[in-house]
T-cell receptor, first 110, second 112 residues
Framework: NAGVTQTPKFQVLKTGQSMTLQCAQD?????MSWYRQDPGMGLRLIHY???????DQGEVPNGYNVSRSTTEDFPLRLLSAAPSQTSVYFC?????????FGQGTRLTVV | GQQLNQSPQSMFIQEGEDVSMNCTSS?????WLWYKQDPGEGPVLLIA?????ELTSNGRLTAQFGTTRKDSFLNISASIPSDVGIYFC????????????FGTGTRLTIIP
């Protein structure tokens, strides 16, 4: 049972580049979410989805897009990377009572 | 955006000592969760609390859901080296609304 799988684990981007962080879960959870983790700030919610075709903004959505075409996948897109988006990104899926996190993507924007 | 106030920010203890950390919020939560994060990994759920006043144990870990619904604490007894990591509290407001609000974390270091 893979749980939540994130790719890539590490990425370096130049300012202005775009990219997609992939997230897949095999637990058939309806709820999925993306967080970013910065030193001393804990995890902050970027976007979330309550099911295929339904997404909504979290606390820090600017500069990020999401879509949810299937239950399994919830990709996060950076439209035009900025140094302020240097962070560790976590994808999570929830059973309603327990949240399962991926291993994270460490992104550096130079 | 709202974040939970978690304290202390860091702790340096000797192996075998007990550890206490807490989390407070200006808003009510209906669920409190405690996570541990190891370096290079995502958070892993330790304990979940669903009822005000609830006291729940998981091995050497004990957590309580405050009666006001605005706070929670986590105790670790007889710490061991593998307890090292960052501990996060998280609150969920509505049943069926899975959005989590996280605390800022407590970094636990064990001094040899």
């Amino acid at each position: 049972n893979a749980g939540v799988t994130q790719t890539p684990k590490f990425q370096v981007l130049k300012t202005g580049q775009s990219m997609t962080l992939q997230c897949a879960q095999d637990m058939n959870h309806e709820y999925m979410s993306w967080y970013r983790q910065d030193p001393g700030m804990g995890l902050r919610l970027i976007h979330y989805s309550v099911g295929a075709g339904i997404t909504d903004q979290g606390e820090v959505p600017n500069g990020y897009n999401v879509s949810r075409s299937t239950t399994e996948d919830f990709p996060l897109r950076l439209l035009s990377a900025a140094p302020s988006q240097t962070s560790v990104y976590f994808c999570a899926s929830s059973s309603g009572t327990e949240d399962f996190f991926g291993q994270g993507t460490r992104l550096t924007v130079v | 955006g709202q974040q939970l106030n978690q304290s202390p920010q860091s702790m340096f203890i000797q192996e075998g000592e007990d550890v206490s950390m807490n989390c407070t919020s200006s808003s009510i939560f209906n669920t409190w969760l405690w996570y541990k994060q190891d370096p290079g990994e995502g958070p892993v759920l330790l304990i979940a609390l669903y009822k005000a006043g609830e006291l729940t144990s998981n091995g050497r870990l004990t957590a309580q859901f405050g009666t006001t619904r605005k706070d929670s604490f986590l105790n670790i007894s007889a710490s061991i080296p593998s307890d090292v990591g960052i501990y996060f509290c998280a609150g969920r407001f509505n049943f069926g609304n899975e959005k989590l609000t996280f605390g800022t974390g407590t970094r636990l270091t064990i001094i040899p």
